[in-house]
């Protein structure tokens, strides 16, 4: 399997993980070390802080998609665009968060990830999040 193979295959596994809501997995998929940084707020977090916020998405929102992905890789890593779909389970609203995310890749995970999105999506998305 080439570089290139290697790292669709481990992309596609990761998105596939969180849209089933297998955070070890997602968890898995990251360096020890990696750096998880987000645009809305500039923070880098870990790998552990993220598997904290996902696990709480995953609580709150249910019937996740990541609809509309375009994956492209080279080698040293990956850029993917898609959409998060979901129904909040709190009132039973859909919300649905674009995204764009950019990772580096050494030896079969990601070291670092730069996810995009608008902060108006991100604040539907997390509407409910405290209730």
């Known amino acids: 399997m080439s570089e290139l193979d290697e790292i669709r295959a481990m992309a596609t596994r990761f998105f596939d993980a969180i849209e089933a809501g297998d955070i070890e997995t997602m968890r898995d998929s990251f360096a020890p070390g990696a750096e998880i940084w987000h645009n809305t707020d500039e923070l880098i977090v870990t790998r552990d802080q993220t ?4 696990t709480g998405m995953v609580a709150r929102i249910g ?4 609809a509309d992905r375009r994956l492209t890789v080279f080698p040293g890593g990956f850029v993917q665009q898609h959409v998060l ?3 909040r389970t709190h009132d039973g ?7 764009a995310i950019v990772c580096k ?4 995970r990601i ?4 996810e995009y999105f608008d902060s108006e999506h991100v604040a ?8």
């Open 51 to 54: 598997a904290a916020t996902l």
């Open 63 to 66: 019937a996740r998609e990541y």
């Open 85 to 87: 779909k979901g129904v």
């Open 93 to 99: 609203g859909a919300v649905r968060l674009p995204c």
């Open 105 to 108: 890749v050494e030896g079969g």
């Open 111 to 114: 070291t670092r990830l730069d």
């Open 124 to 131: 539907e998305f997390r509407k409910f999040a405290n209730a």
